[in-house]
């Protein structure tokens, strides 16, 4: 199995969802280990736990500080444990836009409703207020916005006819149990995934200028240029022509071109089938390591050797300065 990804989580209460993790990851096929449990309050019954379960722990209160220089003391002790995910549960702290700067895309949180629904406090009563029918949790990535990030993953959650505040939450608590550790396991495996690859290939190649997406063989494409005379620029390939890697096929400036980029890194590089013999490259996007820039910058090459002129030109234009 691939190295598990090293998750910090951050508490300010009991830490159920944090137990619920820590739990998880006792199973050898987790994807994740936690490396440390943080708060911002010293005594934290949730920090006792995590102690007991031979996890790292580091506490800090906040009081006497401005939340930057708060949030800095917890950043540097998330990067002195060697963590590359920071997990929220039950964090109670507004955080600094530096801090959710730094961990974007690598900080995750649980929250007890359907979001977009029910932002903030109190969503319980909220719900029920409402007279919804279903409540629910959600896990999201952190972004500067409360409770606002792209949504992960959602369990719905019945509302039963005599709910309160009190027991709907402890309903929902029980689906967030089971919503957080698989939301996660999901998360940190996502760049082995193929409809996560292949999202990402499919942006980038979208952004170029007057781009499309056909699919050629089963295998998806992109092309340059009208649906009519559009030529093919780039190629998603999985488990293609009987190749067992994912990996994306572009055109180099020609065979010598090709043969350099193998000798460099014959481990990411390789000279596709049928495709191979006209000068196309294929990048493997299944080391775990794929550099999304030189993603990009190779398909803006690709694209350049096939855009009509009128396309090309104000760029040729600009490079001579
Ligand atoms: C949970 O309800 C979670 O949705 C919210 O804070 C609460 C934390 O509970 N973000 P616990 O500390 O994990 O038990």
Redesign the pocket.
């Known amino acids: 199995m691939a190295e598990k990804a090293r998750i910090a989580i951050l508490?300010?209460?009991?830490?159920?969802?944090?137990a619920a993790l820590v739990y998880a990851a006792k199973s050898s096929d987790c994807p994740y280990e936690i490396v440390l449990v943080a708060s911002n309050v010293p005594d934290a019954p949730?920090l006792t736990l995590a102690q007991a379960e031979q996890i790292d722990i580091f506490a800090h209160p906040h009081k006497g500080l401005s939340r930057e220089a708060h949030d800095t003391i917890m950043h540097d002790a998330i990067v002195r444990s060697g963590a590359e995910y920071v997990v929220?549960?039950?964090y109670m702290r507004i955080l600094s836009d530096g801090f959710v700067r730094k961990w974007a895309d690598h900080m995750l949180?649980?929250?007890?409703s359907l979001l977009p629904k029910y932002k903030g406090l109190d969503t319980y009563q909220r719900a029920i207020d409402a007279g919804d029918k279903v409540a629910g949790?959600s896990v999201h990535l952190v972004t500067a916005e409360l409770d606002d990030g792209p949504v992960l993953a959602q369990t719905e959650v019945a509302i039963l006819p005599d709910d309160d505040a009190e027991t709907l939450?402890s309903r929902?608590?029980i689906a967030?149990h089971q919503l957080y550790p698989s939301a996660l396991a999901r998360y940190v495996t996502r760049e082995a995934d193929p409809d996560w690859i292949l999202e990402q290939i499919r942006q980038r190649a979208l952004a170029l200028q007057e781009t499309h997406e056909r699919a050629s063989f089963g295998a998806p494409g992109w092309r340059v240029g009208s649906q009519t005379t559009g030529k093919y620029f780039a190629y998603f390939a999985q488990s293609h022509h009987g190749e067992a890697s994912i990996a994306l096929l572009v055109k180099t400036t020609g065979l010598d071109e090709q043969a350099a980029l193998i000798d460099v890194d014959p481990d990411l590089y390789y000279a596709p089938k049928f495709y191979g013999k006209s000068g196309w490259i294929a990048i493997r996007l299944d080391t775990g390591r794929t550099d999304w820039g030189h993603i990009a910058e190779r398909l803006y090459k690709s694209w350049c050797q096939v855009a009509p002129k009128r396309l090309t030109r104000l760029i040729d234009i600009a490079d001579q300065f």
């Not at 949180?109 to 007890?112: G, L, M, Q, R, T």
């Open positions: 508490i300010s209460g009991r830490g159920s969802n944090m949730g929220l549960a039950g949180n649980i929250h007890p949790c939450a929902i608590l967030e």
